[in-house]
Nanobody, 130 residues
Framework: QVQLVESGGGSVPAGGSLNLSCICT??????????MAWFRQAPAKGREFVAN????????YQANSVKGRFMISRDNAKNTVYLEMNNLKPEDTAVYYC?????????????????????WGQGTQVIVSS
């Protein structure tokens, strides 16, 4: 079973930046075999898609609400996926979750649907003050 551990959350003023990390451990497969994504859940709201990245790192997709401000990347040698968040807004306040989907040799695929991901981290809190 895959274990995902997020870090890097915190509290920043609007306009600030944070860099989230998610390390994948306990996997019997190479990290490239996993399509990865970040989701977030704001207070009293459902979990929503933020960004995803293919196993190869060559394909990424961001939600419209974060496009141009957030960037997802990965380092397969370190089994880690990152989310660089710039120009943060109060509406970005949420718990951010890392998610993984085993895709095997289909390392170029990405997914938006929450139901596609089978493994989730515990989340890291991001608070943006106005």
């Amino acid at each position: 079973q895959v274990q995902l551990v997020e870090s890097g959350g915190g509290s920043v003023p609007a306009g600030g930046s944070l860099n989230l990390s998610c390390i994948c451990t306990r996997s019997g497969y190479s990290f490239i075999n996993y399509s990865m994504a970040w989701f977030r859940q704001a207070p009293a709201k459902g979990r929503e898609f933020v960004a995803n990245i293919a196993g190869t790192g060559m394909t990424t997709y961001q939600a419209n609400s974060v496009k141009g401000r957030f960037m997802i990347s990965r380092d397969n040698a370190k089994n880690t996926v990152y989310l660089e968040m710039n120009n943060l807004k109060p509406e970005d306040t949420a718990v951010y979750y890392c998610a993984a989907k085993m895709v095997g040799t289909n390392a170029g695929s990405v997914y938006v649907e929450e139901s596609k991901y089978s493994d989730w981290g515990q989340g890291t809190q991001v608070i943006v003050s106005s």
